[in-house]
T-cell receptor, first 116, second 113 residues
Framework: EAGVTQFPSHSVIEKGQTVTLRCDPISGHDNLYWYRRVMGKEIKFLLHFVKESKQDESGMPNNRFLAERTGGTYSTLKVQPAELEDSGVYFC??????????????FGQGTRLTVV | AQSVSQHNHHVILSEAASLELGCNYSYGGTVNLFWYVQYPGQHLQLLLKYFSGDPLVKGIKGFEAEFIKSKFSFNLRKPSVQWSDTAEYFCAVNVLSASKIIFGSGTRLSIRP
């Protein structure tokens, strides 16, 4: 069974440009999460999808970030326009249906975003 | 707001030393507790988890953690570390009412061969 995959693994863009990160969850996992880690700090929650619906987007930093999960399969996270402080590692995770009770989240390898 | 505190940012040990990494969380409701590990160049992996039952849980590679509800703690332990344990360790709490995982800031573990 394939794990959670993220693309690209590394992206370097200039301030003001647009970047789209992609996450393919484990097949059949309804829950999909986006997290971000800025260097040396904690892994911060961004948002949570249940299938195609946004369950909780309280962690999204501002309206420059847009996450979508069309059809409840893969998800994209677009940053437009990117700012220097958006640099960090963006993690995606997925888990089975049933909310969080007794479910384990599996993480992708992360996308390292560098805004210069 | 819920939070997870990891007391040590960087721990350096010699091989065969014993390890204990502290983790405290601030939430009074029902939680699931996790330790994740990220080895150099690899993705986050689950080390162990506590959902219910015996508060002493055993994970992979000889790691264990003890949930002490009265102290809101979930410390990670290993009796004898190996060089291959060099990694970053994250404590995480799943707040059931919110169905999201909250992470601590991580502890970097370096093992001297």
């Amino acid at each position: 069974e394939a794990g959670v995959t993220q693309f690209p693994s590394h992206s370097v863009i200039e301030k003001g440009q647009t970047v789209t990160l992609r996450c393919d969850p484990i097949s059949g996992h309804d829950n999909l999460y986006w997290y971000r880690r800025v260097m040396g700090k904690e892994i911060k929650f961004l948002l949570h999808f249940v299938k195609e619906s946004k369950q909780d987007e309280s962690g999204m930093p501002n309206n420059r970030f847009l996450a979508e999960r069309t059809g409840g399969t893969y998800s994209t996270l677009k940053v437009q326009p990117a700012e220097l402080e958006d640099s960090g590692v963006y993690f995606c995770a997925s888990s089975r249906a049933g909310g969080s009770v007794n479910t384990e989240a599996f993480f992708g390898q992360g996308t390292r975003l560098t805004v210069v | 707001a819920q939070s997870v505190s990891q007391h040590n940012h960087h721990v350096i040990l010699s091989e065969a030393a014993s390890l204990e990494l502290g983790c405290n969380y601030s939430y009074g409701g029902t939680v699931n507790l996790f330790w994740y590990v990220q080895y150099p160049g690899q993705h986050l992996q689950l080390l162990l988890k506590y959902f219910s039952g015996d508060p002493l849980v055993k994970g992979i590679k000889g790691f264990e953690a003890e949930f002490i509800k009265s102290k809101f703690s979930f410390n990670l332990r290993k009796p004898s570390v190996q060089w291959s344990d060099t990694a970053e360790y994250f404590c995480a709490v799943n707040v059931l009412s919110a169905s999201k995982i909250i992470f601590g800031s991580g502890t970097r573990l370096s093992i001297r061969p």
